[in-house]
């Protein structure tokens, strides 16, 4: 997926860009929305060398977007659900409220899975394969020196 956005922060090879919203964009997760409305991706890899204010085209790419919403819905959803039928599993054998005791485990099995998907964004963040990437710089802004 090809994004237009401009770059509003740049820290070495790294830059923050505000994208528009596009229809593919309202259901992905990659991009952190701002106060403004604004979509924010951040610490896209830049070999183009832009600026702040510059326009800029990002690649982002399409496994990614799969895999964030894989992760965001799919992976704690899937833990509360088998978390639950464990709960109440355990619950019948301790002989206590198996509805009370699968609640509480489903939701300990959903953070758990929440919490495990963050640790593993950070290692894929680590990896360039799933990174957005600043593709082109489509016209340089008027804040460059």
Request: proline fraction near 3%; charged fraction near 20%; aromatic fraction near 2%.
């Amino acid at each position: 997926m090809i994004e237009r956005g401009t770059v509003v922060g740049v820290r070495g090879n790294r830059v923050d860009v505000v994208l528009g919203n596009s229809s593919a964009c309202s259901g992905c997760t990659a991009c952190s929305m701002g106060d403004t409305g604004e979509m924010l991706l951040r610490d896209v890899a830049d070999e183009a060398g832009a600026a702040a204010g510059d326009e800029v085209e990002v690649v982002i790419p399409e496994s990614l977007r799969l895999q964030a919403a894989l992760a965001v819905y799919g992976v704690p959803l899937a833990g509360l659900i088998f978390g639950y039928l464990a709960g109440v599993l355990l619950g019948k054998a301790l002989g206590s409220d198996p509805d009370i005791t699968g609640a509480i485990v489903g939701v300990l099995a959903a953070t758990a899975a929440l919490a495990g998907t963050q640790i593993r964004e950070r290692s894929l963040a680590r990896n360039g394969r799933y990174a957005p990437r600043v593709r082109a710089i489509i016209s340089r802004g008027s804040e460059r020196g």
